[in-house]
């Protein structure tokens, strides 16, 4: 078992507000020290732990119900219509918790009313402590088959009793000897023992008279048992019983306290899609604009040289046709244009290297190298249709899954 934070809410005489109690338990261990305080001094002690919180069990209906066998959101549905019928309250007021189911059509359910669940977690939510589970504080008592544990509270004067894995109420201490005796009236609900702490001031004649020898009354004093807490020390049978159910599961819980946020984070998406349509429009307006450049380049190259009827890379046969003007045609092409031509096409080819390179009188040689025959005469035909030259391949050859390939490129 992983370590563990328990708090208890109180309602403690002469007291306002709530007061709380905590605890920490590691690996089924009682690992600190029982405090008493108020739920600010908790927060503070607690330094942002989460915690599993028990409010008082007189509070929250322990019951079963009969359900048809259904899926779980079907079930948590039909529940307060199932318990209208035996309860006082309007069933709106209530807030209706589904639990594990015992049998077929038979679960354990609680009810508390919302005022009380509201009043419970905002007190929490304001002291800043964070709640993993809310339960009934009937459940913190050991639980074994067929029994009954009973806790004494030293104050106020009230018995806490459990039932059954998610069953349980409290009474006071008057009343208990009638609630046992009402069970033992009942075979189905009598039980084989019933074990007792902290209850020394309870007529032990009067409980063996009310079990009329039905059940074993086992007395336990335990002096270490300083509340109802300190019985998670003792060997106990988990259950995943929760009451933040329905509205008050945990992800309805985030979206109330996101829903203050709701407008500016509208705010921020709205600034969000007028920054993304801003730049969508500056990209197609540079799309634009550099088109129209491309045009004017185009128009100026044949405004230059009218003679040149196809035009595939205006920038380089630009710089061609210039050159044969200044003369430099008479010694071939020269070393740097076709290196500066061919480069770029050569780095953008994917996996492309170039072995070796013979320049001579305006002829250029390439040794290369490519993954595929593919990629191969996918570069020839890139050279042949962005540069003003002839490209011949003079041998390919395929060894070691790679393809060398021998290529001379000249003016045409």
Known sequence: MAAQVHLRLLSLPGQDTLQACWIRIDDGNIASDLKLGSLASAADDLAGDAVIVHVPGEDVLLTQ????????????????????????????????????????????????????????????????????????????????????????????????????????????????????????????????????????????????????????????????????????????????FNLLQGRYAPHSRIGQYLRPWYSSAALLGFLLVIGLAANIIQYYSLQAKNKELERNIIATFRQAFPEVKRVVNPQAQMRHHLSRLRGSNKQGLSFAEMLSTIAPLAKSTKGLKIQNLHYQKGQMELQIELPDLQTLESFKQTLSSRTPWKVELKSANSTDNKVQGRMVIYEK
């Open 65 to 240: 119900v009969r359900l048809p066998d259904n899926r779980r959101k079907q079930l948590i549905k039909a529940l307060p219509y199932a318990l209208e019928d035996d309860l006082i309250d309007d069933v709106d007021s209530l807030h209706c918790v589904l639990g594990s189911r015992i049998e077929p059509g038979l679960y354990n359910a609680a009810v508390v009313a919302h005022e009380k669940m509201r009043y419970w977690l905002d007190l929490l939510e304001t002291a800043g402590i964070r709640v993993l589970r809310v339960l009934p504080d009937t459940l913190l008592l050991p639980f074994e088959k067929s029994s009954w544990t009973v806790f004494s509270e030293h104050n106020p004067d009230q018995v806490l009793v459990r039932t059954d894995l998610e069953q349980g109420f409290v009474c006071s201490r008057e009343n208990l000897i009638t609630f046992i005796q009402k069970a033992a009236a009942q075979e189905d609900r009598a039980q084989e023992k019933i074990r007792l702490f902290h209850c020394e001031s309870i007529d032990e004649s009067a409980l063996e008279v009310a079990v009329s020898g039905l059940s074993e009354l086992e007395w336990i004093d335990e002096p270490q048992i300083e509340d109802a807490l300190s019985l998670l020390s003792l060997k106990n049978e988990t259950t995943d």
